[in-house]
């Protein structure tokens, strides 16, 4: 971008909008949960500036502004979605929709609450405890956006009572690439359009959500089986008999495994199991009647723990960074069948998979197969990597559909819509934003920027043909090549910069970004800030100050997803920082004065029992 269209960028907003243009700021954009080699060969995935508009009226007036000299647009939550959804693919800017983040208006009589979309599930919750209500599902991913979750996908904890994301919203607020604002109504027929289409349309100002009481008990049941089939039969029969719990998911053998070696204790017998939450006690006493004979009831203190832990679902502390995922939603009763083939899938390839299952409807399970890898092996990493296109595949021919679009699940876009609604989409697209400037090159069809040669391989019909060869071919390399797990890290810091999954949780409660808003402080970007270093780069002096921004309080841990000893990290780092640059006291001091003056430190502390 220009610098003159910059400068005057910047005149617009004035104090507005935060503008970050420093290179390494930016860089923080350019990836995104799982990481795709040669991303940055194909793409421009570093924006030319990131913009934190702290008004609607900022937003609009830069949208407006983008649509005038067709600067391209990528809206940005809190970044926790994966599949190349969130990074830039041409040069452009990310709009940090992270301080659009207020509850505007809460109508208690009606049930409803009006809240501007960068605001976290996390923060909803807490703030309608106060008033006695709730919101009626939320996504695991509990720190992401109320704008991304309805971008994206729509199913997450409480789907098989509430339904679907779109029946707990009963208006929104769109802001078009023209700068028009406008107001939809769930009965209006624009109004799914918005859902699942990962920002294609226009970006979301605000929703108005249906609530619920909140609940006055948590009662979760954890019940073995002998295998999958055993386990989902139960699962289908229970819905179908009439017991309604709040939340079913299904968890493998290889998950309850994993999270013994994680404790260090085999306090989880290593079987297929159901994780059934209940609010009513007559609902759980139908369901433990309903089980015997059925499964095998574990300790209730050990159910309530998993409960917990619905929020952590990738928690691994494995070294292997790189949470490789295959997600779809698949009917019921194909959902054995499926992971029959899926299991004989990944043996050959030698993959190490978890499932974990959430029932969102009476017939259907959205189904989340995840394999942990390591991108620093490239050649192995490259070859799991065709493991979940052809997962995905697996699934679609048993009637599954593909869960999440982002760039690298494009090839399946027809699997995702019908022909019909993908017509209605794209029309939809070029009248409203017929330069392509929001999200541009994903979605629909990728286009890299060589000539768009490796974009043609994106083809649906040529990507298919691609992984039909690779399920041919990867097993027989995997064995040749006798691929091995990685290796131990080196140092502490190494080993938590290279376990860090890069999915945001631990920006939630993290103090220093909270009155700040500086993204350099999120713990993941602190994390790529020593990954740099590890690697022998050259950072900014500034740079290396900000990572001393930091209370130390160790918040973070508590809701990585990945466990990580992040304080540990913290202090290596700071050593290794102080060694090479110096320790900036004096930013240290201030800032510490500034976070202890701070009113919503305190209270934020206070509800966290700092
Ligand atoms: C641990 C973990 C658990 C997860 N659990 C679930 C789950 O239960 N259910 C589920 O569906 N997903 C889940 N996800 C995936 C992801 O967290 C969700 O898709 C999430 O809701 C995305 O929200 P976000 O704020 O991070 O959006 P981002 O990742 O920042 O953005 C997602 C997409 O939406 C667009 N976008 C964001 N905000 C707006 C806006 N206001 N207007 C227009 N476009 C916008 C972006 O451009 C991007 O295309 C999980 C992820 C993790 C890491
Ligand atoms: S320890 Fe530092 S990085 Fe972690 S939450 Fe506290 S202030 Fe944030
Ligand atoms: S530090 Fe933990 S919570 Fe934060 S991005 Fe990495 S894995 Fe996720």
Request: charged residues 25%; hydrophobic residues 40%; neutral net charge.
């Amino acid at each position: 971008m220009e610098l003159a269209l910059k400068t005057r960028l910047k005149e617009l907003v004035g104090n507005d909008a935060t503008i970050r243009e420093r290179i390494f700021e930016r860089e923080l954009c350019s990836s995104d949960i799982s990481a795709v080699p040669f991303a940055k060969r194909l793409f421009n995935t570093t924006p030319e500036l990131v913009i934190q508009p702290l008004s609607i009226e900022a937003l609009t007036q830069i949208v407006q502004f983008a649509n005038e000299e067709r600067i391209a647009v990528f809206p940005r939550g809190s970044a926790s979605s994966g599949l190349g959804g969130i990074i830039p693919t041409v040069r452009g800017v990310v709009l940090d929709l992270s301080c659009l983040n207020k509850m505007l208006e809460l109508d208690p009589e009606k049930g409803t609450l009006q809240v501007q979309t960068g605001v976290r599930w996390s923060e909803i919750l807490e703030f309608l405890k106060l008033h006695n209500l709730s919101v009626r599902a939320y996504p695991s991913s509990f720190f992401s956006t109320v704008g991304g979750w309805i971008n994206t996908g729509g199913y997450g904890i409480g789907s098989l009572r509430f339904g679907h994301l779109k029946d707990q919203v009963e208006a929104i607020e769109v802001l078009f690439p023209s700068g028009e604002l406008k107001s939809i109504d769930s009965d209006e027929e624009e109004f799914v359009r918005f859902f699942g289409t990962e920002g294609q349309f226009g970006i979301l100002v605000t929703a108005t959500l249906k609530l619920r009481r909140k609940p006055t008990k948590s009662l979760p049941l954890l019940i073995y089986f002998e295998g999958p089939g055993d386990a989902f039969r139960f699962m289908t029969e229970m819905v179908q008999a009439d017991i309604r719990p709040y939340h079913i998911m299904y968890l493998d053998a290889a998950h309850l495994e994993t999270v013994n070696k994680r404790l260090g204790e085999d306090l989880f017998r290593v079987n297929d199991a159901a994780l059934v939450e209940f609010e009513e006690e007559e609902e759980r006493r139908n369901c433990i009647e309903f089980a015997e004979h059925r499964g095998i009831l574990e300790e209730e203190y050990l159910a309530h723990y998993l409960w917990h832990e619905r929020l952590f679902p990738m928690k691994q502390r494995s070294g292997r960074p790189t949470p490789l995922v295959c997600e779809l939603l698949v009917p019921l009763k194909r959902a054995v069948l499926y992971l029959t083939q899926v299991k004989r899938l990944a043996k050959g390839y030698r993959a190490e998979i978890q499932v974990e299952a959430h029932l969102v409807a009476k017939d259907k399970a959205l189904v989340m197969v995840t394999h942990h890898c390591d991108e620093r092996k490239l050649f192995p990493y490259l070859l799991h990597m065709t493991l979940i296109p052809a997962l995905m595949k697996l699934g679609i021919a048993g009637g599954g559909v593909p869960y999440g679009v982002g760039i690298w699940n494009t090839p399946f876009i027809t699997d995702r819509f019908d022909e019909r609604t993908l017509t209605i989409y794209q029309t939809y697209k070029k009248k409203v934003d017929p330069h392509h400037l929001l999200n541009p090159n994903k979605f629909f069809a990728v286009r890299t920027k060589w000539a768009d040669i490796p974009g043609i391989l994106f083809k649906p019909f040529i990507f298919r043909a691609l992984i039909r060869s690779a399920v041919v071919l990867t097993p027989v390399l995997v064995r040749l090549m006798g691929l091995k797990e990685p290796g131990e890290a080196e140092s502490c810091l190494e080993e938590t910069v290279y376990s860090c999954m890069k999915c945001g949780s631990c920006a939630a409660l993290c103090p220093a970004y909270m009155v700040t808003g500086d993204e350099s402080l999120i713990p993941k970007n602190k994390l790529y800030l020593a990954k740099k270093l590890l690697a022998g780069e050259m950072i900014a002096k500034s740079d290396s100050d900000k990572a001393f921004l930091c209370m130390h309080c160790g918040l973070c841990r508590e809701v990585c997803q990945n466990d990580l000893d992040l304080v540990t990290a913290w202090s290596a780092l700071e050593r290794m920082l102080e060694d090479k640059y110096g320790k900036p006291e004096e930013a240290i001091r201030n800032f510490v004065s500034a976070i202890e003056a701070d009113e919503d430190y305190w209270r934020f502390a206070y509800a966290q029992k700092i």
